[in-house]
């Protein structure tokens, strides 16, 4: 063999040595690539308490029975925005501006935005009317609301978001609470020291005071203040006729 095959043969083995190299560092540089930052949307909005961003339920209560009526319920939010978190000196003004929403004034909520990663707090119920205490909102609807940054009163930052809190109903029965009072016979503006016919009775109420009634009332002979013992024998019927 003549010294030009083994050139040939020295070089394709020289090849063979060079892809084995490059294929290790190859497989070895893949394992170090750097991991894709996944791109997320900025976060603004209402954070509801017990729910979650832009998304939230409140509970209409129905009572029937002695006291009739309805509870509607209310949810807490606080205003939070990834791009411009709070700043000191910095308050953001919210409007509900979905249609149907009275205008005058539109109803707006006015918070501090100075500390923390989100506003002061924010009471929320449904209506279409400007509450001073209150922000309202459209149930079971989606809701636009716009929204300023201020600092020292300038606007620094403006936006728009949408909300949607939807409603649940349930019926509850609710029944007075009884208790025992003496009273006077004459009226009930009169002291019971100057009580010519005094009395005592049962007066029932509501939880929410809106309904008074009464039962089992008793006229008394005498002028005397009832004793416990007097009161407690009522209570067990042993008065009754």
């Known amino acids: 063999m ?3 095959y083994y050139c040939l043969l020295f070089a394709g083995k020289m090849k063979l040595v060079r892809q084995a190299v490059l294929n290790v560092f190859g497989i070895f540089s893949l394992s170090f690539v750097a991991p894709v930052a996944l791109s997320q949307e900025p976060q603004v909005g209402l954070e509801f308490k017990g729910f979650g961003l832009n998304v939230a339920q409140i ?5 029937f029975g002695e006291c009739p009526g309805e509870d509607i319920g209310e949810v807490k939010a606080h205003f939070i925005s990834s791009v411009n978190p709070p700043s000191a000196g910095h308050r953001v ?5 979905t249609e149907g929403m009275k205008s005058t004034p539109i109803p707006y909520t006015n918070r501090e935005y100075d500390d923390g990663r989100r506003s002061q707090g924010i009471t929320l119920i449904p209506g279409t009317e400007h509450k001073r205490r209150t922000f309202r909102f459209i149930p079971n609807k989606t809701n636009t609301f716009e929204f300023e940054i201020l600092q020292d009163k300038q606007v620094i930052n403006k936006g728009s978001f949408e909300s949607v809190i939807s409603t649940t109903n349930k019926k509850v029965e609710r029944k007075m609470t009884w208790r025992s009072e003496e009273f006077c016979v ?3 503006k ?4 100057d009580c ?3 009395g005592i009775r049962e007066k029932g ?3 929410d005071s809106s309904t008074y009634k009464y039962r089992n009332i008793r006229h008394l002979e005498s002028k005397k203040k009832l004793t416990k013992m007097e009161i407690l ?7 009754r006729q």
């Open 2 to 4: 003549n010294s030009n």
């Open 59 to 63: 509970t209409i209560t129905e009572f």
């Open 190 to 193: 009169t002291y019971m020291k």
């Open 196 to 198: 010519k016919t005094p």
């Open 233 to 239: 024998k009522f209570r067990q019927g042993i008065f």
């Open 186 to 188: 004459d009226t009930d």
């Open 205 to 207: 109420s509501c939880p």
């Open 93 to 97: 003004v919210i409007r509900n501006v």
